[in-house]
Nanobody, 118 residues
Framework: QVQLMESGGGLVQPGGSLLLSCAAS????????MSWYRQLPGKQRDMVAT??????????DSVKGRFTISKDGEANMIDTMYLQMNNLRSEDTAVYYC?????????WGQGTQVTVSS
């Protein structure tokens, strides 16, 4: 089993920055890649950014150039995943979830609220 714990959400003004973190514990060695998702009330959960154990990344078009995903950990592992969010916009307001994918299981964190408002 893998446990994921997000932190770093909060209230920020438009144009501001936030750093989200997701710490993996338990059988983290089984994780192949990790992702950030976000969700608005009544909407589907959408992928924001993904990183694999060797550091390859992928971003949603809406966040390219503004968000950066990164990780800590030994080679071919992810201990902690980060999402540096810059130049935040009101439309970035959502609950952000950390996801970890293993070969046959998907794990989710509890979510952290990000609110962009003046």
């Amino acid at each position: 089993q893998v446990q994921l714990m997000e932190s770093g959400g909060g209230l920020v003004q438009p144009g501001g920055s936030l750093l989200l973190s997701c710490a993996a514990s338990g059988s983290a060695i089984s994780i192949i890649y990790m992702s950030w998702y976000r969700q608005l009330p009544g909407k589907q959960r959408d992928m924001v950014a993904t990183i694999d154990t060797v550091g390859r990344t992928n971003y949603a078009d809406s966040v390219k150039g503004r968000f950066t995903i990164s990780k800590d950990g030994e080679a071919n592992m992810i201990d902690t995943m980060y999402l540096q969010m810059n130049n935040l916009r009101s439309e970035d307001t959502a609950v952000y979830y950390c996801q970890g994918r293993a070969v046959s299981k998907t794990y989710w964190g509890q979510g952290t609220q990000v609110t962009v408002s003046s």
